[in-house]
């Protein structure tokens, strides 16, 4: 243990001296910082912008006039997505998501107004968030503070002489990886505290520290395997330079390349359909079923015929219920259940291919750390899809109230002249959002924890395997050298 | 003295793919390059079929609807779901360069019912998908390529120095000459890659034939000698090869990541965009609240908009068509200055990145790109005003037939107008001359500055050879660190 202190305070000491290494780990530390600042300050605003408009909404339903229900209908409910407390340390998916949701009815509407939508072509190629520079900008730091790490103690003849005065390959290689990992865990701490700090102090809700574990161990592991992985190529390689080019271009591929090319590929094998096929296949089915709006319609004529027999009166007038009511409702139902079912196959299309980006993270560590960073943040895909099926509920749920009033508070005879009075407005729930549970978002990706795991299994194996080979490979140095 | 250098060039060559990793890496960039390309070729594909998709689904509806009113069905119940298409067809060039593409819709659907509720439909995009980013030419050539260049131009003078072969080399040729020879052969392996990537992309996607093509390819030839003349300004210093690595990489993550990230979280800061979320609000408003208003109210604020129907009375005891697009109308009316500031936003937003690029040249490269194929935000917002235009033009087009109170079969539905598709904001000059100048002048400057150093390194060169002992080069790569 003593001897890998040592190690490690050696390691740390030599990227100490090194100019360039310090001035990138006080980059990345500031970059931390300022990414932190920036992302809560616009999340701050953002969320008090969906707040005012929500209970401007709320307002204005409760203000309604009387009514008549089917009015209301169309009048509807919007709702505004909330983002998660951690949204501001990896916004996640969410930017491509919708904000404002339009709940109407006859129609499910998709959420419009995503903060990419506002955004410039700059964007394109990332964003600055503290996730953004863990994820990237950290695992630089490691290669540059470590690639030499053993390749360089070999360079300088150093390593024999560690080797003779006792400490074993395996101590060296743990004290450099410790050396290290403590220069980027003191380049991601200010990024954590700044986190901490705004997730006790910043927010009006119970902050979640289940979560911020879950973001702490995600990235804990992820740059753990890339700290194992330089010291790894380090003492695989011949000469630090070697080294260098081989990490960067580890980097480039597992960071740059590969999210694109797994999103590329997954498209490729699953196209999905556009939003103009998507509503042409829906309109289509709804002509199968009819259209609620027109009561001679055959699927509503043996609706009527149903309801005339259960009765047993001879027609709609005579019914105790609003037939009008009863039409609307039984076309809210099959049509909701037609928007439903394409809505789920596009959701399937959409889960099919991200289980390819998830077999991608199998083989590319960055691609699953994204995917547990953003489900541990609460901003993956899976809470875009909780909003928008939890919002369809609702949907669903409030026109059917209103439904239900027209059936049973509205008589058929003058229907549209009647109004119902504004207390009934009061009677209906609020929408209150229910984020997936961080459980169950870890547990719907194996293959994401899998290769995280690999990302630091693979190197601690190259390097238990090489442990011999890193004193072998060295005797020819340290013969060339001149004693020290 | 010509196959001289020839032999140089040839030598050059063999020791540039002796490695492995140069080849591997070229490569790569090939290949990447065509499957962007051909990728880009299915989604121009898609976009078409999209299209018409949209076209189909309105002739089938239309048919449908026809076929099943009655003939004594007025058009206004009609037009209440009838969508029509508004395709705006996509550039050739946005088939390389993607931009903003994968957030936005081209394909609006639109009913005569009010407009601010149907302009910011989302398409069906994966947001996972879209938040990994586009593999598109232009990523391959804006930012994998520059990579390349890195890897085969940072131990261009450090590599033989370090191996001690430069002094051999300069027994027979001058060192500038052979600094020449060696950038040449890297100057040439490049442009080849260049040219090919550029003509698998023309042939992947087919040209627009209106110069954008001609200044997207020369923006790419002068992004790609930016780099060069970054990595010859690196590359001839004093520093070993694994600072210069490392200084290359830096600028590489600098330019092309951290800048763009950091320009657009300033963007998004100094420029809110609240009225997102409150022109939905006031446009769902303003339309429901006119059933609640005297009738004669919503149709006063309508005439100020068309005085050419003001004469019009509106009928108290039934319901009119034109009473009801009169209230659809009013819910525009109430989102308009909140929807004017919205745009207002953007278009601040794309012009202050588009200021602020032109000192990243590369990000000027990209934005100038996006401009050239019509796939960023300014094209999206000109999409948008097409729509709203296409949007008034069938409003003048059916109000005689809404206020006539017209049955449905007296309707010539081939006389609907048709969209007409938006046409690029910018001339191809102005979309691409800034960013051109941008690239040009840091690639001047950049040579000014290596040429500055590469002197003196090669005085002190030469000097070095001259002298029995030679300065030790300095090798940072070998501290232990």
Redesign the interface.
């Given at each position: 243990m003593k001897n890998i202190l040592r190690i490690a305070r050696r390691q740390i000491h030599s990227i100490l001296e090194t100019r360039s290494t310090i001035l990138l780990l006080v980059l990345v530390a500031a970059l931390g910082i300022v990414s932190g600042l920036g992302a809560r300050h616009h999340a701050v605003r953002e969320a008090e912008a969906r707040l005012e408009q929500q209970s401007l909404v709320e307002r204005q339903w409760l203000e309604q006039p009387g009514r008549h229900p089917h009015r209301v209908i169309h009048y509807g409910f919007l709702l505004f997505r909330e983002e998660a407390p951690l949204a501001f340390f990896d916004p996640g998916v969410s930017p491509w998501a919708g904000t404002a949701l339009y709940l109407e009815g006859h129609r499910q509407n998709s959420a419009s107004f995503g903060d990419a939508r506002h955004a410039t072509s700059a964007a394109s190629f990332g964003r600055l968030t503290p996730a953004a520079v863990l994820g990237l900008l950290a695992p630089l730091l490691i290669i540059v503070a470590g690639f030499a790490s053993v390749s360089g103690e070999r360079e300088q003849g150093t390593l024999p002489l560690l080797l003779a005065q006792g400490a074993t390959p395996g101590q060296i290689v743990a004290g450099k990886s410790l050396g290290i990992g403590a220069a980027a865990a003191a380049a991601a701490l200010p990024v954590g505290l700044v986190t901490a700090a705004f997730m006790a102090f910043g927010g009006a809700e119970a902050p979640s520290w289940l979560r911020v574990g879950a973001l702490v161990a995600t990235y804990g592991a992820y740059l753990a395997g890339w700290v194992l992985v330089t010291v790894w190529i380090s003492s695989r390689r011949k000469s630090s330079g070697a080294a260098l080019a081989h990490l960067v271009a580890l980097w480039v591929v597992l960071g740059v390349g590969a999210p694109r090319l797994a999103a590329s590929v997954a498209a490729g094998l699953h196209p999905e359909p556009s939003r103009a096929e998507l509503t042409a296949q829906v309109q289509a089915a709804e002509r199968q079923v009819g259209e609620s709006h027109n009561p001679d319609d055959p699927f509503f004529a043996a609706l009527r015929d149903e309801y005339l027999t259960r009765y047993q009166v001879s027609s709609v007038e005579e019914l105790p219920v609003n037939w009008r009511g009863l039409v609307s409702r039984e076309g809210e139902a099959a049509t909701s259940r037609i928007h439903e079912e394409h809505q789920l196959e596009l959701l399937g299309v959409h889960q099919r291919q991200n289980r390819v980006i998830g077999w991608f993270g199998l083989l590319a560590p960055h691609l699953a750390m994204r995917d547990l960073s953003m489900s541990a943040a609460g901003t993956g895909p899976e809470a875009v899809e909780a909003f928008r099926a939890q919002a369809e509920a609702h949907r669903y749920d409030r026109i059917q109230r209103l439904n239900d009033l027209h059936i049973h508070q509205i008589h058929l005879e003058n229907d549209r002249a009647q109004r119902l009075s504004r207390e009934e407005w009061e009677r209906f729930p609020e929408f209150r959002l229910e984020p997936p549970s961080l459980r169950q978002a870890l547990a719907d990706r194996p293959q994401a924890l899998a290769g995280l795991g690999l990302w630091m299994l693979v190197p601690l194996l190259g390097l238990a395997l090489g442990r011999e080979r890193l004193s072998r490979v060295s005797e020819p140095a340290s013969r060339k050298e001149p004693a020290a | 003295m010509r196959s001289t250098r020839w032999r140089l060039l040839r030598l050059e060559w063999a020791r540039m793919f002796r490695s492995g990793?140069s080849t591997v890496?070229a490569c790569l960039v090939i290949a990447?390059g065509a499957?962007?390309a051909w990728?880009g070729r299915?989604r121009l594909g898609?976009?078409e079929?999209?299209?018409a998709?949209?076209e189909?689904?309105y002739r089938?509806?239309l048919e449908?609807l026809v076929g099943?009113y009655p003939p004594t069905t007025e058009a206004g119940e009609l037009l209440y779901y009838l969508?029509f298409?508004a395709?705006q067809p996509p550039s050739r060039l946005s088939g390389l360069a993607s931009?903003?593409e994968?957030?936005?819709?081209a394909?609006l659907?639109i009913r005569l019912l009010a407009l601010e509720?149907q302009l910011?439909?989302?398409?069906?995009?994966?947001?996972?998908?879209?938040?990994?980013?586009?593999?598109d030419l232009g990523?391959v050539l804006l930012?994998?390529l520059p990579?390349l260049i890195i890897?085969i131009t940072y131990?261009l003078v450090s590599g033989e120095r370090?191996r001690g072969t430069w002094r051999l080399a300069q027994l027979f040729v001058p060192s500038s000459r052979l600094v020449g020879v060696k950038t040449g052969a890297r100057i040439l392996v490049v442009a080849g890659l260049v040219v090919s990537l550029l003509a698998i992309g023309a042939l992947a996607t087919g040209l627009d034939g209106d110069g954008r093509p001609g200044w997207a390819a020369a923006l790419v030839v002068l992004h790609t000698a930016f780099w060069f003349a970054l990595c010859l300004a690196v590359a001839t210093g004093r520093r070993s090869?694994?600072?210069n690595?490392?200084v290359l990489?830096?600028a590489w993550?600098a330019l092309?990541?951290?800048a763009?990230?950091?320009?657009?979280?300033?963007?998004?800061?100094l420029h809110?965009?609240?009225e997102?979320?409150?022109l939905?609000?006031r446009q769902?408003?303003g339309y429901?609240e006119a059933?609640?208003l005297p009738r004669e109210e919503t149709m006063e604020e309508f005439f100020e908009d068309y005085p050419e129907w003001s004469d019009w009375i509106v009928p108290q005891d039934r319901f009119t068509w034109a009473w009801y697009y009169a209230m659809n109308h009013r819910g525009d009316q109430a989102a308009r200055e909140t929807s004017r500031a919205y745009r207002d936003?953007?278009a601040r937003?794309?012009a202050w990145?588009?200021r602020w690029?032109l000192l990243v040249p590369p990000?000027a490269a990209?934005?100038a790109l996006?401009r050239l194929a019509s796939?960023?935000?300014e094209a999206?917002l000109a999409y948008q005003e097409a729509v709203r235009s296409y949007h008034e033009r069938l409003k003048t087009h059916f109000q005689p037939i809404l206020f006539a109170e017209t049955p449905h079969p007296e309707v010539d539905w081939s006389r609907v107008p048709i969209f007409e598709p938006a046409a690029p904001v910018e001339a191809p000059a102005a979309a691409g001359l800034p960013a051109a100048a941008s690239l040009a002048l840091a690639s001047l400057l950049a040579l000014w500055g290596a040429r500055g150093r590469r002197a003196l390194s090669f005085s002190a060169l030469r000097r070095g050879s001259r002298t029995p002992s030679p300065p030790a080069p300095r090798?940072?790569?070998?501290?232990?660190?």
């Open positions: - | 990793g890496a990447l499957y962007a990728e299915q898609a976009v079929a999209s299209a998709a949209a189909e689904g089938s509806q449908f099943r969508t298409p395709s931009g903003r994968a957030v936005e819709t394909n659907r509720g910011y439909e989302q398409e069906t995009l994966n947001p996972r998908l879209a938040a990994a980013g586009r593999l990523f930012a994998l990579l890897a131990d370090e090869s694994t600072a690595a490392m990489v830096g993550v092309t990541f951290l763009p990230a950091v320009l657009s979280l300033m963007n998004t800061i809110p965009a609240p997102a979320l409150d939905t609000v769902r408003q429901h059933w609640d936003v953007l937003r794309d990145a588009g690029s990000l990209r934005i996006d796939s960023d935000l999206q090798f940072r790569s070998a501290s232990p660190g």
